[in-house]
């Protein structure tokens, strides 16, 4: 230590002693001269420090070989033994590996927001138990041997998601990710997706269980199920459900690892354990509220998704017509909490000729992503039955949010249009469905705002423009609000034309134009694609859907029957979403015939009541206003929580501090690039140990004589070298800074053990 004086600690060939460096002694005795029998006296006397202090180092060695201390490896077999982590207890190396297996277990189930959980158990158990069995019985045996095991056992892994043995698994790996980033989740729970959650922990068990038993790192190897983790935030980002909870169990399991590998005792992990715990419960407290929780990066933003396709042979608005010729066809079957409109296909896209659909199906387990409507809403649960009804699109009440009972499902987020990708439907194909269906307001309806999207406002080249223009204007006269408008020109599509089974099918222009200006009568076919292509030209964004009216009751089942086909028009509006418009009349004229459209058609003239009383007049936002006061209505969280969340945050990075800065410093001492400057580094991290650092005046005889018996054979030497290096630096060695820190190891370790728990505790917290 600095200011140490010389007469005080004064080393065995230190400057000013007369003697000679480590590993030298004087040639004589005294003064010089040989000790009577011809031997000379300091040959005698230094023959005789060097027995005592072989003899010594003897037993020290000895005393370290029982207790396990020596941990250094052993030079006969090259240091194999050690680097295999043979020393040390069984149970501890067996108790490493079930943590580290479960540190891989609960990585995986991090994509518990990718895939259904039986599906998912099924991928990660065996992949998280059976490196660790491997590692256990080969860990004498050559690295290789282990690893040529662990791949076996990994092929034999996939025979229970395949069920066979299949020759496409390493194909499969290298898809899946490609395909989970173009799913919605969760997706489906197929072999050829769940073997990569099964090879990603597969593989970071195999490591971490190498590491373990072949290394004497302490925390290296959870690192590759930290990276699994890493893998399931990000596909997992879209899903169901939160990963915080994982995150915390992966902290505390990774701190029972550091606890066993630092060889504590196991009263230990009964106190370290629950401090884990807590600084995880901080945490899952703490983390829903940091801003990237709000929005996280998405990696499937990057991803391109396949180009809208074609999905059916035929239309379904071509086969309108077609099936009102034969009206008593079964078609399906819904049981159903209460009658709705069940919407089949959402057509977007018109090239003069035909409505087609523009819609990016994606594969999905059965979640369907919520609309743009997030307010009040009915929830329809509903269990479809198959009977004649062809093609791929699947029937259900608009909104889905949740299908199950159907392999190979596709969605399309936009519209929630759902349809079958892979696989057949035939007569007793069911499913079950949940909707929400929005409830807007009076006060929604009224300040309600188009989109604005090009592609849903283009018209077709032709000169039927100009004669759709001019319908919807003289339609809509007078309305200035967009959604009077649309109200405007349902009422005149239901009173200027009549609804006719009878009338020639098709909605191309030339055949709408002729619907207009000459016949006058129609399906829903041409009523809807009207309807559509005249709010284009008013700048409302529209589309077309074909779907079913409820169908006929019967025990709380709706048979519905090739009759009960029905087409109708949508325009879409800023937090609202996208709104159905039923221009076709009722088959007996001015009412219709089924009771969804009649309510809708009831709501649609109350609402233009409202307008002509003034009520578009009323102010336009439906979100929250700004108040008399000049305060927002929404203000953002309450402070308590904002200090809540502050004091967490400081309470973390406090931890954070006493855990790194002592270790950082230690780290330091110990990796000096001068010899010299790590034996001192030694001697002072010693010191600290022993709770001097406020005390620097002391010499190192101070220290001895302050310290018990019990760590003096290891003080001692570590002062004799400290002062050596301290007067003659140059001298200083790496064997002897390596020798200093062995020193300083015992040393430390034999002060953790006599000093209290709640001191060292107290020491910690207070920086010491």
């Not at 649309?486 to 009878?502: G, M, P």
């Not at 009568?521 to 559509?532: D, H, K, L, M, W």
Request: net charge positive; charged share 20%.
């Amino acid at each position: 230590m600095g200011g140490v004086p010389a007469h005080e600690a004064t080393p065995m060939g230190a400057p000013g002693s007369g003697g000679h460096g480590p590993g030298t002694a004087p040639a004589g005795g005294p003064g010089g001269g040989a000790a009577p029998g011809g031997v000379g006296g300091g040959e005698r006397a230094a023959g005789s420090r060097s027995s005592r202090h072989d003899r010594a180092g003897s037993r020290g060695r000895a005393r370290r070989a029982a207790s396990g201390g020596d941990r250094r490896a052993d030079t006969r077999d090259g240091g194999e033994r050690r680097g295999r982590g043979a020393d040390g207890p069984v149970w501890r190396r067996v108790a490493g590996l079930g943590v580290v297996a479960a540190i891989a277990a609960v990585a995986g189930w991090g994509f518990h927001r990718v895939f259904p959980s039986d599906g998912l158990l099924l991928a990660v158990v065996p992949a998280a138990l059976a490196p660790a069995v491997v590692a256990t019985l080969a860990h004498r045996r050559p690295l290789w041997l282990a690893l040529a095991l662990d791949v076996l056992l990994w092929l034999a892994g996939t025979v229970p998601l395949y069920q066979a043995l299949t020759p496409t698994v390493l194909a499969d790996v290298a898809g899946a990710w490609h395909t989970l980033l173009t799913t919605l989740l969760p997706a489906q729970p197929e072999p050829r997706l769940l073997v990569l959650v099964h090879t990603l922990v597969w593989a970071a068990a195999t490591i971490g269980a190498e590491i373990l038993t072949r290394t004497r790192t302490r925390i290296a190897a959870a690192l590759p199920a930290l990276a699994v983790y890493g893998v399931a935030l990000l596909l997992g980002v879209d899903g169901e459900g939160s990963n915080l909870p994982v995150a915390a169990a992966l902290f505390v399991l990774i701190a029972a690892l550091a606890l066993l590998r630092d060889g504590r005792s196991p009263v230990w992990l009964l106190t370290g354990l629950p401090a884990a715990a807590a600084l995880a419960a901080l945490a899952l407290v703490a983390g829903p509220l940091l801003p990237m929780a709000a929005q996280p990066y998405n990696p499937r933003n990057d991803v391109e998704l396949p180009p809208p396709a074609r999905v059916d042979s035929v239309s379904p608005l071509d086969r309108v017509s077609a099936w009102l010729q034969i009206p008593d066809r079964d078609l399906f079957t819904v049981r159903a909490d209460k009658p709705q409109n069940w919407r089949l296909a959402v057509l977007d896209r018109y090239d003069g000729v035909r409505w087609t659909s523009g819609a990016r199906f994606q594969p999905t387990g059965g979640r369907v992503p919520e609309g743009e409507w997030t307010g009040a809403a009915d929830v329809v649960h509903q269990k479809v039955t198959f009977g004649g009804l062809p093609g791929t699109w699947l029937p259900a009440a608009e909104r889905p949010e949740k299908v199950t009972g159907v392999r190979g499902l596709a969605v399309d987020p936009g519209s929630g249009a759902l349809l079958v990708a892979e696989g057949k439907t035939g007569k007793g194909f069911g499913y079950q469905v949940t909707s929400r269906v929005p409830k807007p307001s009076k006060e929604d309806l009224l300040a309600a705002t188009p989109v604005r999207d090009p592609a849903l406002t283009a018209f077709p080249d032709g000169p039927q423009e100009r004669l759709f223009r001019r319908l919807a204007q003289q339609a809509v006269k007078g309305a200035d609000a967009p959604i009077k408008q649309a109200y405007r020109l349902q009422s005149y599509l239901r009173t200027s034309a009549s609804y006719d089974v009878t009338a020639p099918p098709g909605h191309s222009l030339k055949g709408l134009e002729f619907f207009l200006q000459t016949t006058h009568r129609g399906t829903s076919e041409q009523f809807a694609a009207t309807f559509a292509l005249m709010a284009r030209t008013l700048g409302l964004p529209s589309r077309v859907v074909v779907g079913f009216r409820p169908g006929q009751a019967s025990g709380g089942v709706y048979h519905v029957k090739s009759g009960h086909v029905m087409a109708w028009a949508e325009i879409e509006f800023e937090g609202l979403g996208w709104r159905p418009f039923y221009p076709t009349p009722g088959r007996s004229g001015a009412k219709d015939d089924h009771e969804v459209v009649s309510s809708a058609i009831e709501e649609s003239e109350e609402l233009e009541g409202e307008f002509a009383k003034g009520g578009s007049d009323r102010a336009r936002q439906s979100r929250p206003q700004a108040t008399g006061n000049g305060e927002q209505a929404d203000s953002g969280p309450p402070v308590w929580v904002i200090a809540a969340v502050a004091a967490g945050g400081l309470l973390v990075a406090y931890a954070a501090v006493i855990v790194v800065v002592p270790w950082r410093r230690r780290r330091g001492r110990r990796l000096a690039q001068e010899p010299e400057r790590r034996v001192l580094g030694a001697w002072r991290q010693t010191c600290d140990d022993l709770g001097l650092r406020d005390e620097p005046a002391l010499t190192a005889e101070d220290v001895l004589s302050r310290q018990p018996a019990d760590i003096s054979p290891h003080l001692r030497p570590l002062a004799e070298i400290s002062n050596f290096v301290r007067y003659a630096p140059e001298t200083g060695t790496d064997v002897a800074a390596t020798e200093a820190w062995r020193h300083s190891d015992a040393i430390r370790r034999i002060v953790r053990a006599r000093t209290p728990f709640t001191t060292r505790l107290r020491d910690r917290l207070l920086l010491r």
